[in-house]
């Protein structure tokens, strides 16, 4: 699969002020950031989320800011009940971050994957282009570029897009039909690769080694670190990905573009800063990894972010973690439950 950059509807960057911005997957990790960095910027937000990872207790920044109950609308992507808001608030901005995000969850069940990543995207992006949106911003993965060889590293968007797993396969699919919508009804977008995000809020699941080495770390437990650790990935803070979908909705559509820190990071060298930036020092346990045809190595190529949007990363690694063990200590403190939060959960529990 090759897909040729397209940069539906670039120009020069223009002063177009986001009036309304529907953020699907808002109440999650990297959404709920979106969210409260759009409320700064003084558009008028909306989220939909049907949360089955994300919680309303993520949107606490954004109440603060202004966020009310009837912003926050309960829905599933996948049905047209879901995507309604698309019609009746007629967004100008659609951020596309609701989605089954994890790589080994889409491998226990690429069916439950593809339905949330390819339909749900498909259904949203229908909605866009019959609601009159003027622009989606839709997040894909360096997981679409599959195992890169080391002198195509840091990878271009130009690159072919050759996924090796189910969830590159079905990231790569919205991006394809971003692609598609574009050619064929004109709407403009700009589809976002993330490099591996991380920060507060993540949660230490199955995806995140950032946030899953912290929990680890913060909780008493040993770290397991599959191969050897040499194995490396592009780490980007969240609020540099908030930073870079803000801009970008004062931009009509520039195609694909990398938000990522354009550097190698080994996940052994991950494991070192964690550890700096806890004041836990465990020896980590090494375990071959538990399947095949891992992607090895991963960095990209964050020009055109630069030129096309005026975006560069601005967190480095080493203070990004430091603010995530912050966070996850404080998490794990008794919390102090913000009034505003209260109302969102109430609009929740309907
Ligand atoms: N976190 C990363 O490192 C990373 C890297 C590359 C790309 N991405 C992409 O960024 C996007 C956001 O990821 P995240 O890390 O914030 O994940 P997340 O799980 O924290 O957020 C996803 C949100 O979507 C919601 N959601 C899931 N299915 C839904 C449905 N059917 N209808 C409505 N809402 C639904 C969840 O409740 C959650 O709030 C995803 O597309 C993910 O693939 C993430």
């Known amino acids: 699969m090759d897909l040729p950059v397209t940069a539906v509807g670039v120009g020069p960057p223009t002063d ?4 309304r911005v529907l953020v699907t997957g808002g109440a999650g990790f990297i959404g709920s950031h979106v969210v409260a960095r759009l409320m700064l910027m003084g558009s008028q937000v909306r989220v939909l989320d049907n949360f089955s990872t994300g919680r ?13 109950e009837a912003d926050v609308v309960s829905g599933d992507i996948r049905t047209p009940e879901g995507v309604e808001v698309i019609h009746q608030w007629q967004p100008d901005v659609v951020v596309h971050l609701a989605a089954q995000p994890s790589v080994p969850a889409a491998r226990r069940s690429p069916l439950y994957d ?4 390819v ?3 498909v259904n949203v992006l229908d909605a866009c282009a019959r609601g009159g949106v003027r622009l989606v911003i839709n997040a894909a993965s360096s997981a679409i570029f599959g195992s890169v060889a080391a002198h195509d590293l840091p990878v271009r968007e130009d690159h072919p897009i050759a996924p090796v797993s189910p969830y590159g396969v079905s990231t790569a699919a919205g991006v394809h039909y971003l692609d598609w919508y574009g ?32 929990d680890a770390l913060l909780g008493g437990r040993q770290v397991v670190i599959h191969d050897d650790g040499t194995q490396t990935r592009d780490f980007i803070h969240v609020s540099d990905v908030a930073e870079a979908i803000a801009v970008a909705c004062h931009h009509n559509g520039v195609g694909m573009v990398n938000i990522a820190s354009g550097r190698q990071t080994s996940v052994n060298e991950v494991y070192d800063t964690v550890r700096e930036a806890s004041g836990v020092d465990n020896p980590a346990c090494y375990e071959p990894l538990p399947w095949p045809g891992e992607v090895r190595n991963m960095a990209l190529d964050t020009r055109k972010a630069r030129e096309l949007l005026g975006w560069h990363p601005k967190i480095g690694f080493t203070e990004g973690v430091r603010m995530t063990v912050r966070d996850a200590r404080r998490r794990q403190a008794p919390s102090q439950i913000l009034s505003p939060v209260w109302a969102l959960e109430r609009a929740v529990s309907r």
């Open 56 to 68: 309303i207790e993520n949107l606490a920044d954004a109440a603060i800011g202004g966020l009310t």
């Open 16 to 19: 177009l002020i986001p009036g």
């Open 119 to 121: 339909f749900g995207t």
């Open 114 to 117: 593809a339905d949330v990543n």
């Open 183 to 214: 050619r064929e009804h004109g709407l403009s977008y700009t589809s976002m690769v993330f490099g591996n995000v991380y920060g507060p809020r993540q949660e230490g699941g199955d995806c995140g080694v950032v946030s899953v080495m912290v």
